[in-house]
């Protein structure tokens, strides 16, 4: 019998009842930890921060209405305030026009962040609790994710630690947008695989163990048809996709390295060509509870809007983008956006209702209500042209657009181009808790600025995860490496489009891996005293303690507090960053 067998049978040694208490309270204490950092001032700024403005109220109409509606320009009868300032002042009831809004991601976020709004109401505080619990449930995930990779619960702590400490998550978590949680359910996703790879090895192995060695290491190996993990992973990826379609490439990429997992899974039971025969054996059960189990769980995310189909047919199937053509139609665009941009606060979905062509219908708009299976036949194939509808915005839509706070991809690991959502600027030295001399001002502001010794030191990691992975053939670095460009390299091909900074949220689990590991790796696997281990424990201490030292000197203008003009300069370090 084949070492690897032994090996695989217990990729994880037995933990003792102590072990296990300490490999869960140390998780738990930081993700209370971090759930407390996030809830200081979750209602300041009290306003709609940036693209609020749409999911929180896609949100509070999907919780009174059981989809999203358009809103009302006006709810209180006085045409000085906007809808917005009408919310913030109580008038949250009878502000929707009765039709369905062209929203451009799907639901299941804006469901999150209803549940919120149901248990604390239509404010700040409502809209963006659902954010906090994701960040602090991110952290939790992590610390034992870690923990499983390395055997080790203090390297699973100090992973949640730096994700804790990361401006970027920090803010996403105290705000009512749809990447924190597209980046909890990623990580959730992952942390399945993980648990996958190691159920499916020891599976392997015991069963092989219980076969004659000449029936074991041969032909196909012993099939595994059910693996639970992997089904749950489907479901975390469907639930990732129904906030965000971006998560369509990390689902591709890590399904490719699972089924590599797999193969080298029979490859150690002492299997011929386990690559090949893996696709057959390993490869099919995973398509199915990977990709088809997340399909069957994105669909079932539109629950909402396909009980309302009709409407969308009557009322949004003529909806149609144009698709820019010609470079002087692009840059006449652009002027007109430039001039505009300045008074918006959003990336996206305030361009829909000034571009539309009505001169085109889905088929089901004109068909005859169907009934039973054909209804519901009818209400997918609605779904079905709304997403094309939505992918012509994604793809051609915001072509000939710009935005102040866009910045190329290729760029978001070096924090070239961070993203305003909230300032209040001029603040009077007399104002209170402002302390500017006579002559000066002060300011407050959120900006979504990930914290720089986390995120430059993480390009160094992933750049020694490659080595690793390729050197040492260490497959931990390579989840990382892979998440990571997964996550990354897609939206080079929309740089011609204004994307932003944030979106790079998804990035950051697999970065804090690969310095976690990385950390591990100086510090080396042995306990006893040495100079290397000593050497890695600086090493990895000291820039835990950098990270922990960026995080408070960035605080306030994470968190919306009254700065002096000098005082806010000293933390903008970069003319790109204002």
């Not at 040492?472 to 011609?496: C, K």
């Not at 994307?499 to 949220?505: E, H, K, M, N």
Request: aromatic share 12%; hydrophobic share 45%; net charge neutral.
């Amino acid at each position: 019998m084949p070492l690897g067998v032994e090996r695989a049978a217990s990729p994880i040694r037995r933990l003792s009842g102590r072990e296990r208490l300490v490999g869960w309270a140390g998780p738990i204490a930081l993700t209370l930890l971090a759930f407390g950092l996030r809830l200081v001032g979750l209602g300041n700024p009290h306003r709609f921060a940036f693209d609020e403005t749409y999911y929180a109220k896609d949100a509070w109409s999907l919780l009174n209405n059981g989809y999203v509606q358009t809103y009302l320009s006006d709810a209180d009868g006085k045409t000085k305030t906007d809808i917005n300032a009408d919310i913030l002042a109580g008038h949250s009831d009878k502000v929707w026009t009765g039709e369905p809004s062209l929203a451009v991601h799907p639901d299941v976020g804006k469901w999150l962040i209803a549940l919120g709004e149901k248990a604390f109401g239509m404010d700040p505080f409502g809209w963006r609790i659902a954010s906090a619990v994701a960040g602090a449930l991110m952290v939790l995930v992590m610390c034992r994710l870690v923990r499983r990779m390395t055997g080790s619960t203090t390297l699973g702590c100090i992973a949640g630690t730096l994700l804790m400490l990361d401006g970027l998550h920090f803010v996403l978590s105290r705000l009512a947008l749809l990447d924190i949680f597209l980046a909890l359910f990623l990580l959730c996703a992952v942390a399945c695989l993980v648990a996958d790879r190691d159920w499916h090895r020891a599976r392997l192995a015991r069963r092989a163990r219980r076969t004659d060695d000449g029936v074991a290491l041969t032909g196909w190996g012993p099939p595994v048809l059910f693996r639970p993990w992997l089904l749950a992973s489907g479901v975390c990826f469907g639930l990732a996709i129904g906030t965000k379609w971006t998560a369509l490439y990390p689902l591709a990429a890590l399904g490719v390295l699972c089924w590599i997992w797999s193969a080298g899974a029979r490859r150690s039971l002492g299997i011929r060509w386990p690559l090949v025969k893996g696709a057959i054996a390993d490869g099919i059960p995973a398509f199915l509870s990977l990709v088809v189990v997340a399909l069957l769980v994105y669909i079932a995310t539109w629950g909402g809007w396909l009980a309302h189909a009709k409407e969308y047919e009557e009322h949004l199937s003529s909806t149609q983008y144009r698709q820019y053509t010609g470079q002087g139609h692009c840059e006449k665009e652009k002027e007109k956006e430039k001039e505009k941009e300045k008074e918006k606060d959003s990336d996206d979905e305030h361009y829909v209702a000034e571009h539309l062509d009505t001169s085109k219908k889905w088929p089901t708009a004109s068909e005859k209500d169907a009934s039973g299976p054909g209804e519901a036949w009818q209400s997918l194939r609605s779904l079905w042209y709304y997403h094309q509808d939505v992918f012509t915005f994604h793809t051609h839509f915001l072509d000939c657009s710009t935005h102040f706070y866009e910045s190329k991809p290729s760029s978001w690991l070096l924090i070239n181009r961070p993203v305003g959502v909230a300032v209040t600027n001029d603040i009077s030295p007399d104002a209170p808790g402002c302390d500017a001399p006579a002559d000066s001002d002060c300011i407050k502001q959120v900006v979504l600025l990930p914290t720089p010794v986390l995120w430059w030191g993480g390009v160094l990691a992933l750049l020694f995860a490659v080595v690793m992975w390729i050197g040492a053939r260490d497959w931990r670095y390579g989840l990382a490496v892979v998440g990571a460009l997964s996550a990354w390299l897609p939206w080079m091909q929309y740089d011609d489009r204004p994307i932003f900074l944030f979106y790079a949220i998804a990035i950051l689990p697999f970065t804090v891996i690969a310095l976690t590991l990385t950390i591990g790796t100086l510090i080396g696997p042995s306990r006893a005293p040495s100079a290397r281990r000593t050497a890695g424990v600086v090493v990895g201490g000291a820039f835990v303690v950098l990270t922990l030292v960026n995080f408070a000197w960035f605080w306030p203008i994470w968190t919306n507090q009254m700065l002096t003009h000098s005082e806010w300069l000293d933390r903008i370090w970069f003319s790109r960053w204002v």
